[in-house]
């Protein structure tokens, strides 16, 4: 009964482990499109210090997302990500701006899981 009681709780353990790896691994699409939507609303107010910080932390999870599963889209959305934080890096936040737009297109393109 012990034994069966100890496997019990590691299969649970390690279905919970890999669930959450599994969660994790699904979502960098999303925060990639969410940091995006961020970066877009602080270029719109011309606020390029904030814009770049959401489009690095988008432009990490879109190259997780790549990775695990690469797409065209997934790669033009992050060649725009880098382009708008070269952009936000020399205080040109319309610039930076209308590429965070054209990045979040492609982001939205890509197919999900």
């Known amino acids: 009964m012990k034994i069966r009681t100890i496997g ?6 390690a279905s919970c482990f890999f669930g959450a790896a ?3 691994e699904e979502n960098h699409e999303a925060e990639a499109v969410t940091h995006t939507q961020a970066a877009i609303e602080h270029g ?7 814009l770049e ?3 690095e932390m988008a432009l990490k999870h879109a190259e997780l997302a790549e990775k695990q599963k690469p797409d065209p889209h997934l ?4 060649t725009h990500l880098k382009a708008a934080i070269d952009e936000a890096k020399k205080d040109h936040a319309s610039a930076a701006t209308n ?4 990045a979040l297109e492609h982001l ?5 899981k």
């Not at 019990?8 to 353990?13: D, S």
């Not at 719109?44 to 904030?50: Q, R």
């Not at 590429?99 to 054209?102: E, N, S």
């Open 53 to 55: 910080q959401h489009a």
């Open 75 to 78: 790669e033009q959305g992050i």
């Open 99 to 102: 590429h965070a737009k054209q």
């Open 108 to 112: 939205r393109m890509a197919p999900s």
């Open 8 to 13: 019990l709780a590691a299969a649970l353990t």
């Open 22 to 24: 599994q969660a994790a």
């Open 44 to 50: 719109d107010m011309g606020h390029a210090t904030i």
